[in-house]
């Protein structure tokens, strides 16, 4: 679902698509809290809105600031935008492998990024 209530419809191909799933998705972090106190959302947004903007679905939390970067996952929710053909980003994908999906997010941030 949208944040404005619309809904994607999943069941109907997308115009942007691979063979792999929806196109330009990422799953990357939108930062809330006070100054100084950061806490933050662990979101799937398409790859063009803004860090804060609009988003598809929350997948998780992260919180730095707790004694042990608290980190709450919906790891089924994740695995799906990971076959879907989302990419993590690189911080999202160093909390995944530490919260144990690491296989996947590490390979899918592995095919997004650039080789020179």
């Known amino acids: 679902m949208l944040t ?3 809904f994607y419809n999943l069941d109907q191909p ?4 691979t063979g792999k799933g929806i196109m330009g998705l990422k799953i990357r972090l ?6 100084k106190t950061p806490y933050y959302r662990i979101i799937v947004a398409d790859s063009r809105s803004p860090r804060d903007g609009r988003f598809i679905e929350q997948v998780g939390t ?8 608290k980190v709450n996952l919906k790891a089924d929710k994740i695995k799906y ?3 879907q053909g989302a990419t993590p980003t690189v911080t999202v994908r160093s909390i995944l492998v ?8 590490a390979k899918g941030a592995a095919e997004a990024a650039p080789t020179a």
């Not at 997308?14 to 698509?17: D, S, V």
């Not at 939108?30 to 100054?35: D, I, Q, V």
Request: aromatic share 6%; net charge positive; charged share 35%.
């Open 30 to 35: 939108t930062r809330l809290g006070a100054k």
């Open 62 to 69: 992260y919180d730095p600031k707790a004694e042990s970067d």
């Open 98 to 105: 530490k919260a144990g999906l690491g296989a996947k997010a």
């Open 14 to 17: 997308a115009k942007a698509t």
């Open 81 to 83: 935008w990971l076959n």
């Open 4 to 6: 404005d209530g619309r």
